[in-house]
């Protein structure tokens, strides 16, 4: 499983790319693995509050329905309106064409207490 060094990770296989006052998600190659064919992805609404932990959204695939928790808690400020049309980017890209949102989050300390690549490693065991 592809584990990219530059991002941070969930126990709950979501990734999060924390750059300058924002923070973009998605799901991991793991989870995108685990799933199978994404048919249909729910995304948050710019504007939404999230709390760290919560739920965001909602992936569907051919084998099952996933939740996606939000790794910071902040607000939804950006959401990849191509999944709509387009759910298969989590497969074929999770972690470029395929992220779901981004959080202007409200605590940068949440930020430090997401895994490691290392530590994400361990949890999934890739």
């Known amino acids: 499983m592809d584990v990219p060094e530059a991002l941070r990770y969930t126990r709950d296989h979501e990734w999060a790319l924390v750059e300058p006052e924002k923070v973009r998600v998605g799901i991991t190659d ?6 199978g064919d ?3 992805v729910q995304s948050p609404e710019p504007g939404t509050t999230v709390v760290a932990g919560d739920r965001l959204g909602e ?13 910071v808690s902040g607000t939804v400020v950006q ?4 999944l709509a049309d387009h759910p298969e980017r989590l ?10 949102c ?25």
Not at 30 to 35: C, H
Not at 79 to 82: F, G, I, K
Not at 103 to 113: F, H, K, L, Q
């Open 30 to 35: 793991y989870a995108q693995d685990a799933l």
């Open 38 to 40: 994404v048919v249909y």
């Open 59 to 71: 992936v569907e695939s051919t084998k099952s329905v996933s939740e996606i928790f939000a790794p």
């Open 79 to 82: 959401v990849n309106a191509e």
């Open 91 to 100: 497969n074929e890209d999770p972690y470029g064409e395929g992220w779901i």
């Open 102 to 126: 981004v959080i202007a989050p409200s605590d940068a300390a949440e930020c430090e207490a997401l895994l490691s690549p290392e530590q994400y490693r361990e949890v999934s065991g890739s």
